[in-house]
Nanobody, 123 residues
Framework: QVQLVESGGGLVQAGDSLRLSCVAS????????MGWFRQAPGKEREFVAS????????YYADSVKGRFTISRDRVKNTQYLQMNNLAPEDTAVYYC????????????????WGQGTQVTVSS
């Protein structure tokens, strides 16, 4: 059974940093892409960043480029999202997910999802 478990969310002030973690288990992720999505109240789930599990190639949404960094540790089977200079508009539930194949920003392509972790940024 594949499981993705996020942690690291919380309440911070604008300008602060947080690091989200996502521990993956239940299968090998070679050939998969690992991603982060977020969903704010009343909005659709949106792509944040992704990284290819094997090669480690990252992609970012324009809204987080230069502030967020995605990485993965294949030994620990964990992916991370380092979020710096957080702003109130970053407030959302953050989900980690995994999709077979190469880069994709479409949530419909992701087959495994975590339960989400809340990130709240106050102004």
């Amino acid at each position: 059974q594949v499981q993705l478990v996020e942690s690291g969310g919380g309440l911070v002030q604008a300008g602060d940093s947080l690091r989200l973690s996502c521990v993956a288990s239940g299968r090998t992720f070679s050939g998969y892409v690992m991603g982060w999505f977020r969903q704010a109240p009343g909005k659709e789930r949106e792509f944040v960043a992704s990284i290819s599990w094997s090669a480690g190639v990252p992609y970012y949404a324009d809204s987080v480029k230069g502030r967020f960094t995605i990485s993965r540790d294949r030994v620990k089977n964990t992916q991370y999202l380092q979020m710096n200079n957080l702003a109130p508009e970053d407030t959302a539930v953050y989900y980690c997910a995994s999709a077979p194949g190469g880069f994709t920003s479409s949530p419909n392509r992701y087959v495994y999802w975590g339960q989400g972790t809340q990130v709240t940024v106050s102004s």
